[in-house]
């Protein structure tokens, strides 16, 4: 599932539009061709094979009639079930599960420790870590968790796993989504989410086209869960690295200060972020999405562009400002770090949730 710059249809259901059209096209000519045996009929003292023909024409109008109604009420309650955020029956990523990092490209020691250190501190303890926090952000999928009826509930842990250094770019530096998924699968292929993150100077199929970065799965010696994340700074900042960056289209106002000094970095903290609670809440592409399962928006894409109270279309909301670096942030973390994280949809109230 793509985080774009932002169904399960049965054959019968894919038909009934068609059917619709193809029965009012009809049903003109039914009435007139009933009109005309009527005539006749009434001309020559209707026998009663003419009486049985007329009964028959006005039995397939009726079920033509009742057929098109059907066809437009199934058809307008897909439609409204696909605008609302809802759970497809599916299982959710549960259990003890290690988020392992694969860096593709010429990250620096500094740069694959804001990443981490993400990561460690989504299951931190909240008591060791100044609130907000990142782990009090992460319990908000909890509640995904809860809804499920099942006994006993589904439950998450998760954990910084390995980290895994390509930095000779050892299938080039214009990757496929194939390619992505083979980097992937160089972490452990079960209990795991592995997320593969790609250098500024590496491109990607689709990306800042079309998508910031994705998550999905894959089947080949385990079920594969995974996310890819590309650093944005050096070929679209302004699409995928907002608000630390201005946007291309929209109201122009002025970029926030990125917490960990860094554009790209910070700004894949956001996608990283997003897609980790898509992954979890959605792994296998029938958990808890909105709209069609090709391009679903889930617990974070769901809220794009939302990081505070009050945000609206080009303003992140209220954050909190760092007194030293004036830098925006509205969760701290582990080694005194800080970030920008973005609402989660609350399926609870139906509604996006930042961070107080």
């Not at 009742?66 to 079930?81: M, N, T, V």
């Not at 759970?87 to 804001?114: C, D, E, M, T």
């Not at 860094?262 to 972020?273: E, Q, S």
Request: aromatic residues 10%; hydrophobic residues 40%.
């Amino acid at each position: 599932m793509a985080l774009s710059l932002h169904l399960l249809p049965s054959q019968f259901s894919n038909s009934l539009p068609y059917l619709y059209i193809y029965t009012c096209s009809y049903i003109p000519l039914l009435h007139n061709l009933l009109a005309f045996i009527y005539t006749k009929s009434s001309m020559a003292m209707a026998s009663l094979a003419s009486s049985s023909v007329l009964l028959n024409l006005l039995f397939i109008v009726s079920a033509l009639h009742l057929g098109a109604a059907a066809a437009r009420i199934l058809s307008e309650k897909e439609d409204q079930q696909q605008l609302q955020f809802q759970y497809h029956k599916g299982p959710l990523l549960s259990g003890n599960i290690s988020v392992n990092l694969i860096w593709y490209g010429s990250f620096k020691p500094s740069q694959r420790a804001i990443i981490s250190d993400f990561i460690t501190s989504l299951s931190s303890s909240p008591k060791s870590t100044a609130q907000p926090s990142v782990a009090t952000w992460w319990k908000g999928t909890e509640k995904y968790y809860q809804l499920i009826k099942s006994a006993p509930k589904p439950s998450l842990t998760l954990a910084l796993g390995a980290q895994i250094l390509d930095e000779n770019y050892s299938l080039g530096k214009s990757l496929t989504t194939d390619n992505i998924v083979s980097l992937a699968s160089k972490g452990a292929p079960n209990d795991a989410i592995n997320v593969v993150l790609t250098f500024s100077d590496v491109t990607v199929e689709g990306f800042c086209s079309s998508r910031c970065g994705t998550h999905g799965s894959s089947v080949g010696h385990g079920k594969l869960a995974y996310v890819w994340v590309g650093n944005s700074e050096t070929q679209c900042p302004g699409q995928c690295a907002w608000p630390f960056h201005q946007p291309i289209y929209g109201p122009q106002s002025p970029p926030l200060v990125a917490p960990n000094n860094d554009v790209g970095l910070d700004g894949m903290v956001i996608n990283v972020a997003t897609l980790l609670a898509g992954t979890v809440t959605n792994p296998w592409g029938n958990g808890y999405f909105q709209g069609p399962k090709e391009a679903p928006l889930e617990a974070a894409s769901a809220c794009t562009g939302l990081y505070g109270k009050g945000a609206y279309p080009g303003y992140a909301g209220e954050l909190l400002l760092d007194p030293t670096t004036a830098a925006s942030y509205n969760a701290n973390a582990v080694n005194h770090r800080k970030y920008l994280l973005p609402a989660l949809f609350d399926p609870t109230t139906s509604a996006c949730s930042t961070l107080p």
